[in-house]
């Protein structure tokens, strides 16, 4: 079975530029997590998406960050324009979350940005 | 201020050895998980612990639940060097909560 695939491992851009990452799920997983993960840091979540649905973005910088899922299957995080402080590894997640049980998350490996 | 605070931040050991990480919260848990994380590597699931007081056993390593479900440790026994890696604790508050994750534990077992 495939894992999470991310692209692009790496990215470099000067700051003020947008970057967008992107994230295929485990096939049948319904629940797809994006998350922060700073240097020496443990990762923070920014959405978490039911299918296609956002129902989880309260930490999601919204004035430059977005994301989308369509036809809930792959997603999109964007950021725009990117600060010298976005530098970071973003990862994304995805499970098959169902009700009563604890969730299990399959986690990609993640796309560094640098931001100059 | 993290919710779960992980010690120590940092462990170096040589083949053989045995440890102890610890992640301790002021906080009541649902279920708290362990990952290992790998330079260049997303997390990777060790184990899940439900229940106040349980202990699991993954080969050489040993995760304990505590009885309040406020803390967890990971003790490996006879480290190898595979073991090396960024050891994260994660904790959900409710059932259907988001993940809380504590900073980590980097652990380097040398030959």
């Known amino acids: 079975e495939a894992g999470v695939v991310q692209s692009p491992r790496y990215k470099i851009i000067e700051k003020k530029q947008p970057v967008a990452f992107w994230c295929n799920p485990i096939?049948?997983?319904?629940?797809l997590y994006w998350y922060l993960q700073n240097l020496g840091q443990g990762p923070e979540l920014l959405i978490r998406?039911?299918?296609?649905?956002?129902?989880?973005d309260s930490q999601l910088p919204k004035d430059r960050f977005s994301a989308e899922r369509l036809k809930g299957v792959d997603s999109t995080l964007k950021i725009q324009p990117a600060e010298l402080g976005d530098s970071a590894v973003y990862l994304c997640?995805?499970?098959?979350?169902?009700?009563?049980?604890?969730?299990?998350?399959?986690f990609g490996p993640g796309t560094r940005l640098t931001v100059l | 201020t993290q919710l779960l605070e992980q010690s120590p931040q940092f462990l170096s050991i040589q083949e053989g050895e045995n440890l102890t990480v610890y992640c301790n919260s002021s906080?009541?848990?649902?279920?708290l998980q362990w990952y290992r994380q790998e330079p260049g590597e997303g997390p990777v699931l060790l184990v899940t612990?439900?229940?106040?007081?349980e202990v699991k056993k993954l080969k050489r390593l040993t995760f304990q639940f505590g009885d309040a479900r406020k803390d967890s440790s990971l003790h490996i026994t006879a480290a190898q060097t595979g073991d090396t890696g960024l050891y994260l604790c994660?904790?959900?508050?409710?059932?259907?909560?988001?993940?809380?994750f504590g900073a980590g534990t980097q652990v380097v077992v040398t030959p």
């Open positions: 997640a995805s499970s098959s979350r169902l009700a009563g049980t604890t969730d299990t998350q399959y």
């Open positions: 096939s049948g997983h319904n629940t």
């Open positions: 998406y039911e299918n296609e649905e956002a129902v989880d």
């Open positions: 906080s009541v848990f649902s279920s």
């Open positions: 612990v439900v229940t106040g007081g």
């Open positions: 994660a904790g959900a508050l409710y059932s259907w909560g988001k993940l809380q």
